[in-house]
């Protein structure tokens, strides 16, 4: 049935995500906090990570642009960064925070900059798998959501 | 959350009464500028099913703190935060208020987890935060109100020292604790080693550690020989050295090292003191069982708290013994399994005290003891895995320290350790963490013995009978065991003088302890959890024993088994004091237990107990009887603090 096709859809699609290294594990102890209080948390954290990513990476558009040298307050944004990031899962994009921490420690404002290229490229593309992967979930229903744990 | 006691029937550990769901309800602060933290986190903690509060702004937390004194347990706080660096708000969230703090970061930098720990952060949580780490979060409160649990409780030790008090020595026990009470440790101090701070609400991680110099050991021993022997007590000693530094406990703990046994001043080192007044119990001696007739140095097994050292000399011995009756009794135990020493001194006398139900009668006996045995032990640390619910992680050191009162039967010493070591598969880590004492095996260091063979430089000088090294004592309380243990780390070393009341000494406790009282040999349990504290709780350390010092305080607990036909202590009961007309009766095996004991007798400071403690375990006959699966608190305060200074054994 249509139904349990979009289920299996939807967890290969999920699949994919962990296969690629897109998630890791803290995707599945998000999961986990699923409940009946919160049917939809998952994609509630998830939505609340981009719209706060999306800020932080304006800070450090604007911090690599206007004020270069201080790459204490730069490595300071990248925590934040990664702790976000890390706290939904995002793996790819948490090691390419730490890329940029780095060359924080080495004041190496290019390789900031190249490396900020890239965070900000993982960014986008992981956004887009989660919201097509969180608009087969809604379609699935919260009754039948497939969770997985490995 | 209240703290409470709780005694009874059956070994009882609390010191905290929680509530029955505990730790739900726990009412925990989040503060992070990352919303998707707050809300990951907060999810977290309401599945834990704490009381959750976010805030995103580090000014916004302190005013909640501010505003809401006691309505928060415990504090979660992000590093980096746009307002206001997280360390910051920890440095004023400690100055305002005593809640415990928790950083957490995706920066897992070293300098970083560094900085909250120096700031006095509790812990320290790398995101992504996991339900493993927040579910166990509430041990940062529990551990923090058995540390206020242990500042609160000399003061009403001290109030009921006084009350209770009924001889000399007492009163000065309660005058001492009130000034311990009052944080003033510095008057502890004689010349100054370190002066570990300790005071305030706080828990001191120090005790303030007098140092016996050469002038001053010089007056206590003229103090002592002229008193004589059977009159030196610690007040009166005090009274004629009259130094105005040292207080009467000090001189009580310096009598009881140097008391015949000359040979330890392992007691030296300062006692970590994780928990202030009662885990701050810092080594005591204990005196090993007498045999008429013979001489030996006194052993003294010197329990430090902080790191639970425990330093037995040639007496110590017999409360290794004593423990292993113990063990033997218990049925439990985890490691305690001490190795009798007996087989392999050549000290039938040693083994006949240690078995002999009637040691303690005899400070002859222990004076044979001890120059027979002649060695030290040392035991660092944690010591009760038989006594502590909770087994301390800390190593135990057992060091060996010949004893100076016989320094020619030195090498004889060593010879029989090795054997002993041998035979007995007794080994002791000397270094910094060892086993517990209880049926520890940690191997003793060959450095250590050869250490020791090199400490035994001293003649015999006896000072009232009692065999002091005085060349050792000296240098020796904060020295020696760095000399004999290399490998022990300042918490060992200072076990002993972080107390700032030292160790009654081993003619304190004989007057203490009446030798005909104890028809056992065997240290009633209170004696040895006692002494267990005062080896030492680590601190720092997930010392469990936090609770049980403050166990201790509260003079809870009395779950001390006696062994056959021990009668509980008839002494007085008063914290902090020792006159005990009693008995702790131990026979020779078992554990003590008391079950009777008021616990408002309990309430002992720390020095108190040690001191008790050590008079008792001096008076012991020595056995190391130890049940090690009592609780500490089933040890009987009583016991140690009830205990009347007797005539001092000759």
Known sequence: MEHSNLKRLVTSMKQNLFDQGYLDEQFYELENLEDDISPNFVEEVVNTYFKHSSRLMTNIERALETNPGDFHKLDSYMQQFKGSSSSIGASKLKNECLQFHEKCEQENIEGCRRSFQKVKSEHGILKQKLEAYFQLLRQVGPGDRATSSN | ?650
């Open chain 2, 1 to 650: 959350m209240e703290i409470s006691r709780r005694g009874g029937a059956g070994p009882s550990l609390v010191t905290l009464k929680l509530p029955m769901d505990f730790p739900a309800g726990l009412r925990v602060l989040v503060v992070d500028d990352d919303p998707l933290c707050l809300k990951t986190i907060e999810k977290l903690l309401w599945n834990c099913h704490y009381d959750v509060t976010t805030c995103p702004r580090a000014d916004t937390a302190l005013s909640m703190v501010r505003d809401r004194k006691g309505g928060f347990d415990l504090i979660m706080s992000d590093v980096h935060m746009p307002d206001m660096d997280g360390f910051k708000l920890l440095e004023l969230i400690g100055s305002e208020t005593d809640l415990p703090v928790i950083m957490i970061s995706a920066d897992d930098g070293k300098d970083v987890v560094m900085k909250g720990v120096t700031n006095g952060a509790v812990d320290y949580i790398v995101k992504p935060v996991r339900i493993e780490a927040v579910k166990i979060m509430w041990q940062h409160v529990v551990r923090k109100y058995q540390r206020k649990e242990k500042v609160l409780e000399p003061v009403e030790c001290a109030e009921e020292e006084k009350k209770a008090d009924e001889n000399g020595e007492n009163t000065s026990l309660a005058e001492d604790d009130e000034s311990w009470k009052n944080g003033n440790r510095k008057k502890d101090e004689n010349d100054g080693e370190d002066e570990d701070e300790q005071r305030e609400d706080s828990p001191p991680l120090k005790k303030p550690r007098v140092v016996w110099s050469q002038e001053l050991h010089q007056a206590f021993v003229s103090a002592v020989t002229r008193l004589g022997i059977d009159k030196a007590v610690p007040k009166k000693i005090l009274e004629m050295m009259d130094v105005p530094a040292i207080t009467r406990e000090n001189v009580a703990s310096h009598l009881q090292k140097n008391n015949i046994l000359g040979d330890q001043k392992q007691l030296s080192d300062g006692t970590r003191a994780g928990y202030a007044p009662v885990n701050s119990v810092s080594s005591f001696d204990l005196q090993g069982p007498h045999i008429p007739g013979q001489h030996m140095p006194q052993n003294q097994m010197n329990l430090r708290s902080g790191p639970r050292q425990l330093a037995a000399t040639g007496t110590t011995l017999s409360l290794l013994d004593r423990m292993n009756r113990f063990n033997s009794n218990a049925q439990n135990s985890n490691t305690s399994r001490i190795v009798p020493w007996e087989q392999s001194f050549n000290n039938r006398q040693m083994n006949s005290i240690l078995r002999s139900p009637t040691n303690m009668e005899s400070r002859q006996s222990q004076q044979v003891l001890q120059s027979d045995s002649n060695l030290g032990l040392q035991a660092t640390q944690g010591t009760s895995s038989f006594l502590d619910p909770f087994p301390m992680s800390t190593n135990f050191a057992f060091n060996l320290t010949p004893s100076s009162a016989c320094p020619v039967n030195s090498i004889q010493q060593s010879r029989q350790f090795d054997q002993f070591r041998q035979q007995n598969n007794f080994t002791a880590d000397v270094s910094t963490r060892g086993q517990l004492m209880n049926g520890i095996s940690g191997e003793l260091d060959d450095m250590l013995l050869s250490n020791l063979c090199q400490q035994i430089t001293t003649p015999n000088s006896h000072v009232g009978g009692t065999s002091a090294a005085e060349t050792l004592l000296p240098s020796s309380y904060g020295s020696a065991s760095q000399t004999l243990y290399p490998c022990v780390g300042d918490n060992y070393t200072n076990a002993l003088a972080g107390n700032s009341f030292p160790l009654a000494t081993s003619t304190a406790t004989r007057d203490i302890l009446p030798l005909g009282m104890f028809g056992e040999t065997v240290p009633p349990r209170s004696e040895i959890e006692l002494l267990d504290h005062m080896i030492g709780s680590k601190p720092e350390d997930n010392f469990a024993p936090n609770h049980w010092n403050s166990n201790r305080n509260t003079g809870i607990e009395s779950n001390v088994v006696m062994p056959n036909g021990t009668e509980t202590p008839d002494c007085n009961k008063f914290t902090g004091a020792v006159q005990c007309s009693n008995s702790i009766t131990a026979e020779s095996s078992a554990a003590v237990t008391t079950n009777d004991v008021p616990q408002s007798s309990i309430n002992v400071f720390p020095n108190e107990l040690k001191n008790v403690v050590s008079d008792q375990f001096l008076q012991q006959e020595g056995i190391g009887v130890i049940d090690t699966e009592l609780n500490y608190e089933a040890f009987s305060m009583d016991d140690i603090l009830n205990y009347t200074p007797g005539p001092l054994p000759m």
